[in-house]
């Protein structure tokens, strides 16, 4: 017992704060380069470990932030206990990553939740939450306009080029990580008299390109040419010109091409890389009134649709599509699961699942469809994906191995009248002690997200040969697996 707390009590310091090994550090974010205009700022926060990648390559700096990821940044910046526990909100369980910073902020009044006692932790941050939260937590203001004057005149944000401070727009990555920066260090901050291009805006010309000068004028020189939805660090405006820097160059677009949100693609896609005819489809099991398995107050439908959303999260890294058979708390039924494969072009069909078997049990199995039949042509190959993806989960949560189809063959609706390779992955047992403290972590439960979508990387490429797919292995830091089929 006691060297699992010790285990535990390690897996959870090294994965929130030791990302990555500092020395890496953002170097080896590939979409944070050196002439990125916030890869100082990025690089100061992950060194610190306050700030994390989304894997060890990607930082996603034009993603917008959560209000969860800001207060986990913000609590890891304040030296909060952010060890995960239960919390007064009715929407953020033990399981979410930033559960311990939301209790130790909402109790210190930096953090409050909604009227009717929802969090709402996957809900966008605007700027004007970002100012208060800023404000409250080190002693800045307690109010939108008092907080976002104190963080103006201390250099820490700037207004908007209209002169307000945008206290509705939604806040990205890179801008909270910057905002974040030049609070916790001055030497970030905009002196007096100095130009910040701090304010994020997206070039929008539809298939055009927007010319970017020397002066603000079209009888200046084009020094470069900027593509639409191209993202620029705006500082100031004046007669319809903005002083703008992107990518380290600094020069004057016309104003009226800027806006604040992102806008649509209205380029012809690009030609579609290597592997994007792929689709895989990810199940996750239960749903609304059939909550599957429960164990230690959790439930099976919450936790596969949560593992079913990181494993996702990886294909959406690469050009693999991944469509999932419900994301949110809905019932599909078993038959319609089954036809989801063929009716969205399929190619592969995982059903994530818990076990339960009143806490007499654990380990982890990997069931497919076993009895050739007329309409199930896939054995061999859904015996293959199977195998990867037992291989995967045992490399990632050390449980008990309960093997590939423990049971003589998967007899399960959603396999059974599957269309394509179809295997249905038990990971743990939720009612087990044992497997229970993998199950309940979300650093965990992302890494079996990242553990499945390997497993099915594993299977395009020793069954299927799909030598294409080798890349985005190294997308993910991770390498292929032995051949076992
Ligand atoms: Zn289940």
Known sequence: MKKWIVLLCFMLIASVFVPFSPAKASSHFTDVGNTHRAHAEISYLVNKGIANGYSDNRFNPAR?????????????ALNLNGSQRN????????????????????????????????????????RGEMALLIGRAFNMGTTVSAASKSLMDKGIAQGLPGGSFGTELQIIRADFSVFLARTLNADFRVKPGEVSFGTTMYVNTGSDTLNMRSGPGTSHRVISSLKHATVVGV??????????????VIGYVSYSYLTTSKPGSVLPSPPPSAASDLTVIIDPGHGAHDPGGVGYGHQEKNVVLNIGRHMKSYFDM??????????????????????????NDGDIFVSLHTNALNGAANGQETFYYAKTAANNTNVQQSRALAIYLQERMQETWPLRDRGVNPFGYGNFAVLRENTVPAALVEMGFIDSSIDIK????????????????????DYFYHYEGRTDVLPYYKTVGATVSKKHH
Do not use: C
Request: overall charge positive; charged content about 20%.
């Open 235 to 248: 500082g100031t405006v004046s007669n319809g010109w903005a002083h703008v820097k992107v990518n380290n």
């Open 87 to 126: 919390t007064p909100f009715t929407d953020v369980g033990k399981g979410n990553m930033a559960s311990g910073y939301i209790v130790e902020m909402s109790k210190k009044g930096i953090i409050s939740g909604y009227p009717d006692g929802s969090f709402q932790p996957n809900k966008v941050l605007k």
């Open 64 to 76: 917008q932030v959560t209000r969860a990821e800001a207060a986990a940044m913000l609590g890891r």
């Open 438 to 457: 993998y199950i309940n972590n979300e650093a965990h439960r992302k890494a079996m997200g990242k553990a499945l979508f390997l497993g099915t990387l």
């Open 318 to 343: 690469v050009p693999i599509n991944a469509k999932m058979t419900r994301n949110s708390d809905v019932f599909v039924t078993l038959q319609d699961r089954a036809k989801f494969a063929s009716r």
